[in-house]
């Protein structure tokens, strides 16, 4: 193995997105089998991406779908009663 | 086109086209459809913001705010992108406007975010610097976790933030997140690397400090 983990640092993005090309794709992974700080540098950035997404959407308080119902509602009627 | 990609192809032209028409009657004056079509929208928006500002009452105000401009000018809206597109235009403009009259700290520079390894060079496979989490949800209780993500989140600079959420949480394209933050793709890709790398810093500090001891 030629490269050193510098060397892979600008192309990790591109690598963790799928966007590398496959011989390069193949040398990163042929790195990251030799380097544990880099494996771990990778799998942590995908975890961080796992963990932020997983329960992404919120549902909306009932005090708050209560207060916009009549807040939208108003509104509403004072645009287009003009 | 496999089958069903097909069907998803035309489940998603006729939610368009029925949401054209949804559009085309709130235009009109009907709220029965301006509501419809915010009921498909409004937890996206509210999650949104609540990422964006970090917290409920931010967030309640932003999608109040969203929803209020929305009737203002539902008027102008032309349908060149989704309605939801646009209501999450409206989101992203409001949270940054209150932002934008706050003093906002950059991240530092990026190989404060990486270990010495990466910055001088070689393999150092003895006594790592970097702490490897295993599984976080096998140390900590859902909600527990959830809290530190969203305080983590909270915690980037607004412009990193932004980029973050829109390109990770909400899983847009980087040419999408990129029109949305008015950058060149290069710059919003090297901004969605850079908040990947400050998250990863920061909840690595959080795991390594709380359960540390549990893990290695």
Known sequence: ?82 | MKFCNLLNHFDYIGDRMNEKELVRKAQSGDFDAFAKLVDANKERIYSLARKMTGNDQDAEDILQETLLRAIDKIDQFRGDASFGTWLYTITLNLARAQFAKKKQTDLQPLEDYLPGTFVNGGHHHEGSALFDWKDPHKLMESEQLRDIIDKSISELPYKYREAFVLRFVEELSVKEVARLIQQSEASTKSRIFRARLAMRDKLSKVFENEYGGKVS
């Not at chain 1, 880099?38 to 308080?61: H, S």
């Not at chain 1, 009932?62 to 207060?67: D, P, V």
């Open chain 1, 1 to 82: 193995m030629a490269g050193k983990c510098p060397d892979y640092i600008n192309d990790l993005s591109d690598y963790l997105d799928g966007g590398v090309s496959p011989e390069l794709c193949a040398e990163i992974e042929a790195h990251l089998g030799e380097c544990r700080e880099c494996r771990i540098m990778v799998d942590t950035l995908r975890q961080t991406v796992t963990l932020c997404r997983a329960g992404a959407e919120e549902p909306l308080p009932q005090a708050l779908e209560n207060k916009l119902k009549s807040l939208l509602r108003q509104r509403w009627e004072k645009k287009f009663s003009k």
